[in-house]
């Protein structure tokens, strides 16, 4: 009996050392979930009490400020691992698209006076569809209940039109807070405790 818990010991203890090698992204959820809802509300703010036009373009503070820590984060966890998974790879491939999507996009809908009307939604959509990616992926439930209940969300924010179109910056905050921020800080728990 003694040498079967000995056994577990060393099995448990290898696989623990095995994930602790494996890069995990973990604060990527956090960091861009926490940036879109917090410069979306920021922005559903200012043009509520302002409704000046440079209060539509502080969400690109996500961009000037995520894109570097981004890579500051990756930079780390790839001197921690020396090493990429598959899963890895593709779910940092899906956020780089849905990065990309949602910068150009909104550049794009903003500079043609489509911002108010379909901009926010798509992006709302982009994240609710990368978070369900990326839980698919990396085969966590959170991310992938997130990801659907994000994706909802987007959908509704499509109805937000005429005078209401401001609530799709609030929409697109609560997207980030269900599709990134709760999972991310669930997803990072596991890892913390070697689940």
């Known amino acids: 009996m003694e040498q079967f818990d000995a056994l577990e010991v060393i099995a448990r203890t290898r ?17 861009w979930g926490t940036l879109t809802s917090v410069f979306f509300l920021l922005q559903f703010v200012l043009w509520s009490w302002l409704e000046q036009g440079w209060c539509m373009w502080v969400w690109t503070g996500i961009v000037l400020i995520g894109w570097p820590w981004m890579f500051a984060l990756l930079r780390k966890d790839h001197n921690r691992t020396h090493r990429r998974t598959h899963e890895s790879r ?15 996009g909104g550049f794009v809908f903003g500079l043609a006076d489509l911002f108010e009307r379909f901009a926010m939604p798509l992006m709302s959509l982009l994240v609710g ?3 369900f990616v990326t839980g698919e992926v990396i085969r966590f439930r959170p991310k992938i209940i997130g990801g659907i209940a994000g994706s909802a969300l987007a959908i509704g924010a499509f109805l937000l039109q005429g005078e209401l179109w401001t ?18 800080y669930m997803y990072k728990k596991c890892f913390s405790h070697g689940v």
């Open 15 to 31: 696989g623990k050392v095995e994930m602790d090698d494996t890069p995990t992204g973990e604060n990527l959820f956090l960091m």
């Open 90 to 104: 593709v779910a940092l491939d899906v956020w780089i698209f849905v990065g990309a999507a949602c910068a150009i």
């Open 167 to 184: 609530w799709q910056m609030l929409a697109l905050s609560l997207v980030a807070i269900v599709s990134l921020v709760v999972p991310g």
């Open 129 to 131: 569809v990368g978070a």
